[in-house]
Each structure stands twice: as structure tokens, then as C-alpha cells.
């Protein structure tokens, strides 16, 4: 059977609901969950036909600093021609329902359900929903920062089936990461890929690093330390921690737990000039 995706529930909670949630922002993680992920929130993007979007993520002072994590719905006949307004940006999209057609260097491909695409900075996209159905998928977003010398990346279309999940060392499998890039090809300066913890296992240290994560819950749910606090996700749910938070986790079962996990890659720390 294939896995499931996944996506922000929209519609408004009633008026019986309780206000009180498990939304945390602090200065090292926040935790966005499906629950808040309503219509009220949604954002307009210009030169979209038929969508909307549910912005997870941006740079912004005491959060995201190098990125940007939308999720998009598109009706039917929805889409765009100039979906990226922004000089120098590079994207990531993962389908999560629907059927998206992709167009770019002259040729249209399609991406169903576990479908990935990356696109370079530059590259002249289009993306439209030519189905019959809702498209809903996650934009990732990057301002791409090049190397002297160090070509750009090639666009890459994958699929989540057709890549074999490489095990952690000394896991036996009970943890896996989906790699849509390969983790040494030095030109990417992000990657994103499926993290899958099975019932039971961990990330059993407090990783402490240098890479800034987004991470949406695709499947399951589990239990995440994030820097003092242990919190409860499940799917649906989004979280951001900031470089060198402190980061552990627990699948809860009874099925996989999955995630989309975002982090900046591959690049010298910028050095800011001593005034």
C-alpha cells in the first residue's frame, strides 16, 4: 500500500472548539501543528490562478533565517506561470495529493503523490494542476548562494517509490532517510529529504548542529525533544529549530512515523565584517 501525505486540514475549527493547542514558538523551535493550519491563515501569492497557500516558515528575526516552507493547494485549472518572483531563489516541491504538471527546458512532467522536483536558481518554471482533482504540495524555498568556480546545480525529478531508503548506522532499519539528492555532490547548498523512524525507535542523542531544520510531520506520530521540552507531534504538524537547538526524538507507532525535513548544506558559515 502506498503511504499517505500529510496536509494542512483548512476549514475553520467550530465555535464548541477550546482555544487552548499545542502552537509553541520560542527562541530555539516552534511548533506549528494541523490543528491551527485553518483557512483564517492562508496567504495569496501574486501571478497564482486558484490557489492558496499556508506559509510555514520565512526568514525572519528570531526564526527561519535561510528559508522559506510553503504548503500549496491548487483547484483545478490552478497554477502559474511565473510561480517565483524573486532573482536567485532555488525550490523544492514534493507533491502530497494530486497531480502536478511541471514545466520546464521545454517539456511538461508530471509529479503524482511522493513526486520531488528541484529546481535551480534561474531555471524558468511553470507549475499547473491539469487534473480533475486538488494539487497539494510543499514548496520549499532558498536563496541559492553560489561558489567561484562551483557549478549550479542540474534540475532533478524523482520519486519518493523509487528510491531506496538508506538505514542509519546500527539501526537495523528502524531508521531511514530518503535521499533526493546525493548527500556528497558538493554543488546543493540545501537538502530535502523523507526522514522514517519505525514504532519504537529514536534518535537516541541530543543532535546539536549547525544546520537549521523545517521539518512536516507526513505520517505517524512521535515524541520530539527540542532544546528543554519533549512535545508530542503527529501528522500535519510543522517544526522549525533553529541552528544548534538541541534534537531528539521517539517514533510513537503504531505505524511509521515521516517526515519532510529541510536543512541548509554544504557552504562556509558567512563571516560578518568586525566594525
Known sequence: MPPSYAFPPGGHPGQ????TGRAVFTEAYALIPRSVMRDIVLSRLP???DARAWVLARPLSGFAETFSHYAVELAPGGGSDRPETEAGAEAALFVAAGRAALSFGGGTHSLDPGGFAYLPPGLDWQLW???DEALRFHWIRKRFQPVAGLAAPDPI???????APEPMPDTGGAWTTT???ASDDIRHDMHVTIVT???GAAIP????HVMEHGLYVLQGKGVYRLNRDWVEV??????????FCPQACYAGGPGPFRYLLYKDVNRHMPLVPLR
Open 16 to 19: 464548541t472548539e477550546l482555544a
Open 179 to 181: 535521499r533526493f539528492v
Open 157 to 163: 525529478l524523482a520519486r519518493e517509490a523509487d528510491i
Open 234 to 243: 503527529e501528522a500535519g504538524d510543522f517544526m522549525w529549530l533553529r541552528a
Open 47 to 49: 501571478f497564482w490562478t
Open 129 to 131: 494542476n491539469r487534473s
Open 205 to 208: 542523542f541530543l543532535e546539536t
Open 197 to 199: 523512524l519505525q514504532p
